[in-house]
């Protein structure tokens, strides 16, 4: 791609789930990342806090307390998520294995 100034231009990918394989449709330059929403200040969203659960304390089955224990099951379609978010970072940031058809549920926890 070619300068833009200051920041690298990045590459961005628009991918179809429609196929038996996916199939990428659009490859494009872009500039930034949002960093996604959960960089936002804490003070925007505290007061809508419903609960804060300790880690050591957390009982639901879905909890992931470290990189080390994430993981995708399968339950005939529906597909389990037990992930991690540490600010921009997701983990597992590949997930392979979903069909067509597939419901999957993402359970992270930060």
């Given at each position: 791609y070619l300068p833009t100034g200051?920041?690298?231009?990045?590459?961005?990918?628009?991918y179809s789930l429609s196929f038996s394989k996916m199939q990428l449709l659009l490859?494009?330059?872009?500039?930034?990342e949002p960093h996604y929403a959960q960089a936002i200040p804490a003070s925007l969203?505290?007061?809508?806090?419903?609960?804060?659960?300790?880690?050591?304390e957390n009982k639901d089955p879905y909890v992931t307390r470290s990189e080390q224990d994430v993981k995708v099951e399968r339950s005939?379609?529906?597909?389990?998520?037990?992930?991690?978010?540490?600010?921009?970072?997701?983990m597992p940031d590949?997930?392979?294995?979903?069909?067509?058809?597939?419901?999957?549920?993402?359970?992270?926890?930060?």
């Open positions: 200051p920041e690298l231009t990045q590459s961005a990918h628009l490859d494009f330059p872009t500039t930034g969203i505290l007061d809508k806090q419903i609960r804060t659960v300790a880690l050591a005939g379609r529906v597909v389990h998520v037990s992930m991690t978010a540490i600010r921009s970072h997701f590949n997930i392979e294995g979903i069909q067509l058809g597939d419901t999957f549920k993402f359970h992270v926890t930060n």
